[in-house]
Nanobody, 122 residues
Framework: QVQLVESGGGLVQAGGSLKLSCAPS????????RGWFRQAPGKEREFVAA????????YYAGSVKGRFTISRDNAKNTVYLQMNSLKPEDTAVYYC???????????????WGQGTQVTVSS
């Protein structure tokens, strides 16, 4: 069974940093675009960042632009989300996903991880 496995979540104080990683098991996703989404309690899942197959194109939600950086290492089949200057409103479960085409829409992503909790205390 193909899975995406996130890691790196945790509890951090406001202003701190975390780096999330997402590695698949069961197949390679080097020819897929990748993305990060998040869902806070009582809220809809929202787009955070996306990166193209090559890694040359990236796109960020306005709420994280300038603070978060998405990157990928195709040799390791892994995508990362570096999160700096974290705010309490960044608290959510973060999900990584893979899509055949570069997209910001959750409906375009075919494979999803189970999520990792990020909690930012004030």
């Amino acid at each position: 069974q193909v899975q995406l496995v996130e890691s790196g979540g945790g509890l951090v104080q406001a202003g701190g940093s975390l780096k999330l990683s997402c590695a698949p098991s069961g197949r390679t996703f080097s020819n897929y675009a990748r993305g990060w989404f998040r869902q806070a309690p009582g809220k809809e899942r929202e787009f955070v960042a996306a990166i193209s197959m090559s890694g040359l194109r990236t796109y960020y939600a306005g709420s994280v632009k300038g603070r978060f950086t998405i990157s990928r290492d195709n040799a390791k089949n892994t995508v990362y989300l570096q999160m700096n200057s974290l705010k309490p409103e960044d608290t959510a479960v973060y999900y990584c996903a893979a899509a055949r085409d570069y997209s910001r829409s959750a409906s375009d992503f075919d494979y999803w991880g189970q999520g990792t909790q990020v909690t930012v205390s004030s």
